[in-house]
């Protein structure tokens, strides 16, 4: 069964500092892969995701992800973190074909200033 | 542009109360449909999805039932309520037509006292 694996929980950076949040997967194929955040209390927004080609996707607030099929990963990172970027973010993947998307457990991240 | 929303956005119920959420999309015709339940630490939980009217399929056995009487519209219901129950629970639509990308409500927060 496909599953998706974030190792870390809870992460603390330093605004202006760099990020980067892990996301493995284990899939035979290339599946779809998405980058969510939630805010407390709020619901999911999608930040990027990838479906086929350019391995390296831009995403909106600056995020961007890179696809590694070596790996089976597909890492969140973005040069400078802002306070406003304090938030949960989810992992996500789809096998493709069937609309049936596994989530990871989420990696919240608390910037310090 | 496609807009989903869901209701109401805090529910504080009694154990054994029944239970409506509920959750419209508009700008797309015969979407996906899907409800979510997001516990801490542990990722979103798939609980139902519609690929149409009166289609539904459950993902997990439990206390909670749904519906989809009208093409943009969908019921979480419970009959009895039970502490366990209690949740953020997250409404979302996809587009039939392709693009796998998963978009969420605004979620809603249900306290079983």
């Known amino acids: 069964a496909q599953s998706v694996t974030q190792p870390d929980i809870h992460i603390t950076v330093s605004e202006g500092a760099s990020l980067e949040l892990r996301c493995n997967y284990s899939y035979g194929a290339t599946p779809y892969l998405f980058w969510y955040v939630q805010s407390p209390g709020q619901g999911l927004q999608l930040l990027l995701k990838?479906?086929?080609?350019?391995?390296l996707v831009q995403g909106i607030k600056g995020f961007e992800a890179e696809f590694k099929r070596s790996q089976s990963s597909f890492n969140l990172r973005k040069p400078s973190v802002h306070w406003s970027d304090a938030a949960e973010y989810f992992c996500?993947?789809?096998?493709?074909?069937?609309?049936?998307?596994?989530f990871g457990t989420g990696t919240k991240l608390q910037v310090i200033p | 542009s496609q807009t989903i929303h869901q209701w109401p956005a805090t529910l504080v119920q009694p154990v054994g109360s029944p239970l409506s959420l509920e959750c419209t999309v508009e700008g797309t015709s015969n979407p996906n449909l899907y409800w979510y339940r997001q516990a801490a630490g542990r990722g979103l939980q798939l609980l139902f999805y519609s690929v149409g009217i009166g289609q539904i399929s459950s993902e997990v056995p439990q206390n909670l039932s749904a519906s989809r009487p009208q093409d943009r519209q969908f019921i979480l219901s419970s009959k009895k309520l039970l502490l366990s129950d209690s949740g953020f629970y997250l409404c979302?639509?996809?587009?039939?037509?392709?693009?796998?990308?998963?978009?969420f409500g605004e979620g809603s927060w249900l306290t079983v006292v």
């Open positions: 990838y479906f086929s080609g350019d391995t």
């Open positions: 979302a639509w996809s587009s039939p037509s392709g693009g796998n990308t998963i978009y």
């Open positions: 996500a993947v789809e096998p493709g074909g069937y609309q049936k998307v596994t």
